[in-house]
Structures are given as C-alpha cells and as structure tokens.
Nanobody
Framework: QVQLVESGGGLVQAGGSLRLSCAASGRNFSLRAKAVGWYRQVPGKQRELVATITGGGYTNYADSVQGRFTISRDIAKNTVNLQMNSLKPEDTAVYYC????????WGQGTQVTVSS
C-alpha cells in the first residue's frame, strides 16, 4: 500500500520561505520515475494545482507561483519537495501531494499559513 506524508508546513510572514516535503512509503515504492504534483486547497474552494514534476523531471507551475516556487525530486530520500519563496498571504492553504502510479495517491496535507 502506498502512503504519502507531507511535512514542512507552518506559519510564516509574508516574504518568507517554507520547504514542503512529500515522502512516500510502501513496499518497493519509489517516487523516482513517477509524476508527482503539489496541490493546495482553501475552505470553500476547489483544490488547485500548484506544481508538477514528471517522471522525466519536467516541471510545470501555476501562473500564481511561477518564479517563486520550485518543485524537485530527492531520489536518495524518496521525496518530492516544494521550495516556496516570497510567500504571500494568498498562498495560505492546505498543501497536498499526489502521485500518479496506476491510481492516484494523495497525502493528508500540511497547513501553510502566511501572515501579512
């Protein structure tokens, strides 16, 4: 069974940085060649795509985070990370990672709160 666990969320002032991590566990499950995405959701709104990384390492970002966020893969740690810089109050949300491996697997989310 595949399990994803997000970590690294917290409270930060506007202009600050956070680094989120998505760790995968499960028998012989590797994030190495999988498509992984980071999403976020605020109450009352649909979950939205923030950034993705393909199995081949190609990345894509939402316009709202382009140039501020960076998604990357750490093969040794079996994680996919989201470096978030120049955070804004509108980045406040619960952040989720998703991996596509036959089925879609989601983590439980980590709260990011950016104060003004």
């Amino acid at each position: 069974q595949v399990q994803l666990v997000e970590s690294g969320g917290g409270l930060v002032q506007a202009g600050g940085s956070l680094r989120l991590s998505c760790a995968a566990s499960g028998r012989n499950f590797s994030l190495r060649a999988k498509a992984v995405g980071w999403y976020r959701q605020v109450p009352g709104k649909q979950r939205e795509l923030v950034a993705t990384i393909t199995g081949g390492g190609y990345t894509n970002y939402a316009d709202s985070v382009q140039g501020r966020f960076t998604i990357s893969r750490d093969i040794a740690k079996n994680t996919v990370n989201l470096q978030m810089n120049s955070l804004k109050p509108e980045d406040t949300a619960v952040y989720y990672c998703k991996v596509s491996a036959g089925a879609d697997y989601w983590g439980q989310g980590t709260q990011v709160t950016v104060s003004s």
